[in-house]
Nanobody
Framework: QVQLEESGGGSVQPGGSLKLSCAAF????????MAWFRQAPGKGREFVAR????????FYAESVKGRFTISRDNAKNTVSLQMNSLKPEDTAVYYC?????????????????WGQGTQVTIVS
């Protein structure tokens, strides 16, 4: 069993920055890809970013590419999402997830464990 605990959400103005963090407790952290997904009000859950188990490769949704950066610290069992140049359409609940595999994917059904979510609100 794995527990994922997100932190760092909040409310900022457009153009601002936030950093989300996720701490993992349980099985071997570096063996599995980690990802961030988000769900806006009235919408389905969407992929934001993922990072391979080793941290060597990262992948992003087109909507956040160049603005968000995912990283991980396998020594501390944490994964982070640095979000810059935030837009109102980034408003959502953000979820940290751990994949079944080293590589993961951008599909939520490829992720076995999920955090409880943290709210990010971009408002003028």
């Amino acid at each position: 069993q794995v527990q994922l605990e997100e932190s760092g959400g909040g409310s900022v103005q457009p153009g601002g920055s936030l950093k989300l963090s996720c701490a993992a407790f349980g099985r071997s952290f570096s063996s599995y890809a980690m990802a961030w997904f988000r769900q806006a009000p009235g919408k389905g859950r969407e992929f934001v970013a993922r990072i391979l188990g080793s941290g060597g490769s990262t992948f992003y949704a087109e909507s956040v590419k160049g603005r968000f950066t995912i990283s991980r610290d396998n020594a501390k069992n944490t994964v982070s999402l640095q979000m810059n140049s935030l837009k109102p359409e980034d408003t959502a609940v953000y979820y940290c997830a751990q994949s079944y595999t080293f590589y993961g994917s951008d599909r939520d059904h490829d992720y076995r464990y999920w955090g409880q979510g943290t709210q990010v609100t971009i408002v003028s």
